[in-house]
């Protein structure tokens, strides 16, 4: 099973808050319609469901801690909100017009395809998703010689140096791509993402220059963070895929 976080109901307020800022929005309006029938898996304190049910979408929820689905049930009463396993979505096939996963696949120490094939199975043909993982970036391929794990496409964390257990995978946007156009997708576009984030990780571990608080970055508009970001994938922290379930 993958890492299970442990979310705290004073962050759900907060959380929403960073819908505006994370630059996600612009990708869902551009490629979800209202109407389309709507997924995030693994949602976590559901911050998106909540968004996109404020904007008028019609979205659904599915978190795998009964605990964290409770804690936003007795804040949000009105979302549609499922317990259950990413890995077997406890839907039918060809069920939902568009799938959401943010930063979910990842978290499983046998790679992302099993969890990547169940959102392709519930997909209607023609349906989209809207994918973030890490991205195994210039910055951490330049770190990548000295990390204690060898691997040759992403590197494995471990939650604290000395203990052996398994975080995350981070992927290069190649390898990714390849993963997701084997199980059947289609690419429709695909690009860095969460670039501040890749700031306050990887360039400025001791967060002189930016800070974090409340789920957000201050400043947010680092001078340095935009230089840096005219080079495509050299510190992004994540990377965004829009994919489709082709129609047959």
Known sequence: MAIVFK??????????????????????????????????????????????????????GLE???????????????????VGNVLHHPFKDNSFNAVISLGVVEHFENGPTQALSDIFRILK??????????????????????????LIFYTRLRKTFWEKRFFEYRFSPEYFSSIVKSIGFEIIEQRPFALIDGFYHDVDPLHIFVKFNKWKFEPEDNWINKLLSKIPYFHCHMHILIVRKPVI
């Open 7 to 60: 979310w705290e109901t004073n962050e759900i307020l907060d959380l929403l808050s960073s819908c505006e800022r994370d630059g996600l929005l612009p990708f869902i309006e551009r490629f979800i319609k209202k109407e389309d029938h709507i997924l995030e898996s693994g949602c976590g304190l559901a911050r998106w469901v909540k968004k996109l049910d404020n904007l008028g979408y019609d979205c659904s």
């Open 64 to 82: 795998y801690s009964e605990i964290t689905v409770k804690k936003v049930k007795n804040v949000w009463p009105e979302l549609d909100l499922f």
């Open 125 to 150: 043909p023609g349906g989209c998703g809207i994918l973030t993982v890490p991205c195994f970036n210039g910055i951490r391929k330049m770190k990548h010689p000295f990390t204690r794990d060898k």
